[in-house]
Nanobody
Framework: QVQLVESGGGLVQPGGSLRLSCAASGIIVRLYVMGWYRQAPGRQRELVAAITSAGSTVYADSVKGRFTISRDNAKNTVYLQMNSLKPEDTAVYYC?????????WGQGTQVTVSS
């Protein structure tokens, strides 16, 4: 059974940092395209960042230069380091694992950026 368990969300002030973790079981993350998505109230879920099996990364324009996605193969875990957080980064953040036709999602973790 595949499980993606996110952690690390919380309340942070504007300009602050958080690191999200996605611990996977039942899959080998280095073989998948691992992504972080987010969904704010009233908005569609959007891709934030992704990392391929080759280690290539892609970021949404809105987070380039502020967020970094990484992978620890030994821990079978994917991270999202979020710096210089803004109120508009407030959302539920979801971990995703794709390897056609597999498509797995975590339960999400809330990130709130507010003073």
């Amino acid at each position: 059974q595949v499980q993606l368990v996110e952690s690390g969300g919380g309340l942070v002030q504007p300009g602050g940092s958080l690191r999200l973790s996605c611990a996977a079981s039942g899959i080998i993350v280095r073989l998948y395209v691992m992504g972080w998505y987010r969904q704010a109230p009233g908005r569609q879920r959007e891709l934030v960042a992704a990392i391929t099996s080759a280690g290539s990364t892609v970021y949404a324009d809105s987070v380039k230069g502020r967020f970094t996605i990484s992978r620890d193969n030994a821990k079978n875990t994917v991270y999202l380091q979020m710096n210089s957080l803004k109120p508009e980064d407030t959302a539920v953040y979801y971990c995703n694992a794709k390897y056609d036709p597999d498509d797995y999602w975590g339960q999400g973790t809330q990130v709130t950026v507010s003073s």
